[in-house]
């Protein structure tokens, strides 16, 4: 079988070294902040060597995650849930390359993205510069669109398909590079990974995935047909972030996604036939709605990586099905192979905890395994501490 190259976000910790069972995996609650927004990242922010959390407006520093205001975020979210905060997205990078990681906005309201430059030991507020116009912004996380191993890209969920990337400039003023993929009009949803097993990074939206040229930033991106996110399958619509995996281990990548405001987490079963692709869905779990937010992880430790997601909160003001049911985060411990299995564990039901726009996993306490990250309209953020080791 040809070893496939994966090309995660930034925040997906692949711990793969250490055979346990997945009935040791148990997660213990830190409620950071209480405040109503909905984008969460997770990085060095003040160079101290341990990984802290941006929600914006604040930054929380670790290891206590105390929180440290940085911007002003403009928008209102009220004690239910109702209204906006205008920040659907928190991707940090190195913009201007001086070594202090920046963080990537954008506004679904603002119709922008931005970048906030830190300003490293003067501390302060950070200062804001534009990236774009570009109407409305869904959200958004750092990749490997460049295929060098580094998710050190931005790919936002924009109506057309773009990425950025850091511009630094010795001697000048720094910027964000926007490179376009195609400028047709999608559902909103995206993602990144290799869909064709030619070790370049590939962009998918859930009307169509973009196979990467030789060279990403100027070469042509080849447009071919896909339908995620639909209530029939063959439909497209919004999706959460659309993951590239192997589930079935039958040495094609599938794709890993859901209908972001309704029931249902799926993964599409690649088939060829010769040169003809074609996607088979398959049902993961379909008993609570609005999974917006996506990760893949290896929580068990086990060499294969879950599904972690989140039931998002109050997404269209109490508009969309299921929308006062219980919140939740859960993981699926994927069993790989001709007949996969997914396993359901509960991170957290029904204490008030979902996951917004988009959610991380890292090791934010250093022992070797993948935490949670996530925030939303109830209020957050919080991390799940994996207590495995």
């Known amino acids: 079988m040809k070893l496939r190259r994966l090309f995660l976000p930034a925040a997906a910790v692949l711990l793969l070294a250490g055979a346990v069972s997945a009935g040791e995996v148990a997660f ?27 929600a914006l407006p604040f930054i929380y520093l670790a290891p206590e995650f105390k929180p440290v205001e940085i911007c002003t975020i403009e928008g209102e979210v009220d004690e239910e849930g109702k ?45 804001l510069a534009l990236v774009e116009e570009n109407g409305n912004f869904e959200c958004g996380e750092p990749w490997d669109v460049d295929g060098d191993g580094k998710a050190d890209e931005v790919l936002p969920a924009v109506a057309g398909t773009v990425w950025y990337e850091a511009n630094p400039v010795k001697g000048g003023e720094p910027a964000v590079l926007r490179h376009v993929i195609s400028e047709k009009v999608m559902d909103w949803g ?73 029931y249902g987490i799926f993964w599409w079963e690649q088939r060829k036939d ?19 937010s996506f990760m893949l992880a290896d929580l068990d430790l086990d060499g294969d990586l879950d599904l972690v997601t989140g039931k998002r909160f109050m997404a269209h003001n109490g508009g969309d099905p299921g929308e006062f049911e219980p919140l939740g985060v859960y993981w699926y411990e994927l069993v790989p192979g001709p007949a996969p299995e997914w396993k359901k564990h509960i991170v957290s039901f029904n204490e008030g905890i979902g996951s917004g726009l988009n959610l991380v996993t890292a090791d934010l306490d250093g022992d070797g395994d993948s935490d949670i990250v996530v925030t939303g309209k109830w209020g957050g953020p919080v991390w799940f501490e994996n207590t495995l080791k």
């Open 274 to 292: 010769g040169d003809a692709v074609s996607w088979k869905r398959h049902l993961i779990d379909d008993t609570w709605s609005q999974a917006h």
């Open 83 to 127: 209204g906006y905060r205008w920040d659907f997205m928190n991707a940090p990078l190195d913009v201007d390359g001086d070594g202090w990681t920046d963080i990537v906005t954008a506004s679904w309201f603002g119709k922008k993205a931005e970048w906030l430059r830190n300003p490293g030991p003067a501390g302060g507020r950070w200062p």
């Open 28 to 54: 213990k609650t830190h409620r950071v902040g209480t405040y109503r927004g909905e984008a969460c990242g997770v990085a060095d922010f003040n160079n101290d060597g341990k990984p802290d959390i941006a």
């Open 190 to 262: 995206s993602g990144c990974g290799d869909v064709n097993g030619d070790g370049r990074p590939d962009v998918l939206r859930p009307n169509a995935w973009f196979e990467a040229p030789a060279d990403p930033r100027a070469g042509e991106w080849k447009e071919h047909p896909l339908a995620l996110g639909g209530k029939e399958e063959g439909q497209a619509g919004h999706t959460a972030q659309i993951l590239v995996y192997d589930v079935n281990r039958d040495g094609l990548p599938d794709l890993i996604s859901s209908i972001a405001h309704d």
